[in-house]
Nanobody
Framework: QVQLVESGGGLVQAGGSLRLSCAAS????????MGWFRQAPGKERAFVAAISRNGDSTDYADYVKGRFTISRDNAKNTVSLQMNSLKPEDTAVYSC??????????????????WGQGTQVTVSS
């Protein structure tokens, strides 16, 4: 089992940047595919990005592609999300998640086994 704790959220102006981090405790971090999801007020949780176990493969939602970058450090048990050129529509609670079952559908939130509590990102116009 793994526990996930996000940090790095906050308030930023449109066009600005934030870097989110997710720290994992417990064993076997390198065995999990890691994903980031977000949930805006009144909307369902949506896929943002995911990264493979060894970090050599990534996937991004179209609405963040080219602006966000996901990375991981298996030695430090962390996964990060660098967010650039932020837009007001990026405002949401961002959560990291760990997938342990070798499910290949990274964009499906039901594929993930463990979730963090989330961190708020607010982008002002």
């Amino acid at each position: 089992q793994v526990q996930l704790v996000e940090s790095g959220g906050g308030l930023v102006q449109a066009g600005g940047s934030l870097r989110l981090s997710c720290a994992a405790s417990g064993r076997g971090f390198r065995l999990y595919t890691m994903g980031w999801f977000r949930q805006a007020p009144g909307k369902e949780r949506a896929f943002v990005a995911a990264i493979s176990r060894n970090g050599d493969s990534t996937d991004y939602a179209d609405y963040v592609k080219g602006r966000f970058t996901i990375s991981r450090d298996n030695a430090k048990n962390t996964v990060s999300l660098q967010m650039n050129s932020l837009k007001p529509e990026d405002t949401a609670v961002y959560s990291c998640a760990a997938e342990a079952s070798f499910n290949t559908n990274w964009r499906d939130l039901n594929a993930y086994d463990y979730w963090g509590q989330g961190t708020q990102v607010t982008v002002s116009s």
